[in-house]
């Protein structure tokens, strides 16, 4: 199945990726909102894709958090070890969000799967400018910082705007400037409109959106109608070798437009 995914292109995924301009996407059958066994599909795409992408040897993963992305991680397979050695990088610390959606416990469910390593990085999301400075040097953060820096691969979730304020806990003023300013989505902490200009970044340590765009893959995972807007906008400031795997939901209403 693997081969003949990467050979047959549909000619939405190719339309799709045409219009998005980015390097290539893939669509699973059915919506996520409507209850469709889509995330399970995401994930095995996901698993063979970097089963075909990833270099023998070593390779750092970046992952980041979200309910897409536990989920996705569920699907990866031990073959993805198979003359490579896998290190799962969490891109944020903590989130205030439930333990089993933070990027820890992402990178910790991938490399129990693949039978690979993890490493943690445990540092609160929301800090103060003078609190975090210091940590940055510490001996448990520093290492895992450099190995997100010369990471070459990541894998993330998007999501919509109100969703993800509410969820990352922005305060009033914030999530009041970004429904004025017609936020649309938010990937790597950062908020964004319509036309794709950055609103609002939430401030953390870790991956960036200016960090990926010098790495040699990067994932984007996310599916639904619902998530259509988000994808499309996100899109005009993603890495151009971005790899959306998506489902009908949003695929068909981007690809209406
Ligand atoms: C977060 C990612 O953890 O998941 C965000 O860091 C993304 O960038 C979000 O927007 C998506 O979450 P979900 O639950 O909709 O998959």
């Known amino acids: 199945p693997l081969a003949n995914r990467f050979l047959g292109l549909t000619s939405q995924e190719k339309l ?74 969490p891109g944020r610390g903590g989130i205030g969000e439930s333990v ?14 693949t039978h690979g390593e993890a490493r943690p990085l445990y540092i609160p999301e929301q800090l103060s400018e003078s609190t975090y400075h210091p940590l ?27 969703v993800m304020a509410r969820r990352r806990g922005v305060n009033e003023e914030i999530s009041n400037y970004l429904r004025k300013a017609k936020a649309v989505g938010e990937a790597f902490g950062s908020f964004y409109n319509k036309e794709g200009r950055i609103l609002y970044q939430v401030h953390r340590i870790g991956l960036q959106l200016n960090d990926v765009q010098h790495f040699n893959h990067v994932f984007a995972v996310a599916s639904g109608h619902d998530k259509a807007q988000a994808i499309e906008s996100y899109m005009k400031i993603a890495p151009h070798q971005t790899i959306l795997i998506t489902d009908e939901g949003a695929a068909n209403v981007i690809l209406k437009k």
């Open 16 to 89: 799709l990726a045409e219009r998005l301009n980015i390097e290539r996407c893939f669509i699973v059958r059915g919506d996520r909102t409507a209850g469709d066994a889509v995330t399970k599909q995401l994930g095995t795409i996901l698993n063979d894709a970097l089963a075909k992408l990833l270099p023998e040897g070593n390779n750092i993963i970046v992952v980041m958090g979200g309910s897409t992305m536990a989920s996705v991680a569920a699907q990866l397979t031990p073959e993805l070890s198979v003359s490579r050695k896998l290190t799962f990088v």
């Open 136 to 162: 940055l040097n510490e001996p448990t953060v520093k290492p895992v910082l450099e190995l997100i820096k010369h990471a070459g691969v990541a894998i993330h979730g998007i999501g919509n705007a109100g």
């Open 100 to 113: 089993n959606k933070q990027a820890n416990s992402v990178a910790a469910t991938m490399a129990k799967r």
